[in-house]
T-cell receptor, first 116, second 115 residues
């Protein structure tokens, strides 16, 4: 597609359930990022993929959070045993990684996650 | 450590007024990049500009202009003759060269332009 695509756009689930969020980056973008945006806050970095590997997972808030990327394309962010503090908008971004000159990241519309 | 501060949280102006959004950053790196993104009510972040740490020239794009000053670690954004469509949350972000190039965002500034 032309832009970064995320699904679902909205997810409501009960505390303690597992959720999976999906990101389909711009074709050809080797770098993929997940960020979290809590209500009224800026974006917090969660994890970075280069190809299918994740050399920077420093932003994952706990071991309940994990992510994978396959085929140098689609990525899935999984949150296990969800807690109310996980409620946020989860944004995915992708970019070219040229090795020189940090390229702009292009964002999807996000998944709004609400934990009841 | 990297940090971006947007001291203003919310500004309200009347159409055609000029408005400046402040951004102050902290980094120990000598090579870094600064960005501005716009988040309209629809929610999608829209990339506006990227600036590298070696280029202090001001930039103008239509009604938008950016003033980068390394001496004060600031990268301010001015909208001239604001319009209702400029209403959005604006984020300033910093990315250090190399590594993940992850973005560190400020908390954002909500701009409301009233007709």
């Amino acid at each position: 597609g032309a832009g970064v695509s995320q699904s679902p756009s909205n997810k409501v689930t009960e505390k303690g359930k597992d959720v999976e969020l999906r990101c389909d980056p711009i074709s050809g973008h080797t770098a993929l990022y997940w960020y979290r945006q809590r209500l009224g806050q800026g974006l917090e970095f969660l994890i970075y993929f280069q190809g299918n590997s994740a050399p920077d997972k420093s932003g994952l808030p706990s071991d309940r959070f994990s992510a994978e990327r396959t085929g140098e394309s689609v990525s899935t962010l999984t949150i296990q045993r969800t807690q109310q503090e996980d409620s946020a908008v989860y944004l995915c971004a992708s970019s070219f990684k040229l090795g020189v000159g940090n390229q702009p990241q292009h964002f999807g519309d996000g998944t709004r996650l609400s934990i009841l | 450590a990297q940090k971006v501060t947007q001291a203003q949280t919310e500004i309200s102006v009347v159409e055609k007024e000029d408005v400046t959004l402040d951004c102050v950053y902290e980094t120990r790196d000598t090579t870094y990049y600064l960005f501005w993104y716009k988040q309209p009510p629809s929610g999608e972040l829209v990339f506006l500009i990227r600036r590298n740490s070696f280029d202090e020239q001001n930039e103008i794009s239509g009604r938008y202009s950016w003033n980068f000053q390394k001496s004060t670690s600031s990268f301010n954004f001015t909208i001239t003759a604001s319009q209702v469509v400029d209403s959005a949350v604006y984020f300033c972000a910093l990315s250090e060269a190399g590594g993940s190039e992850k973005l560190v965002f400020g908390k954002g500034m909500k701009l409301t332009v009233n007709p």
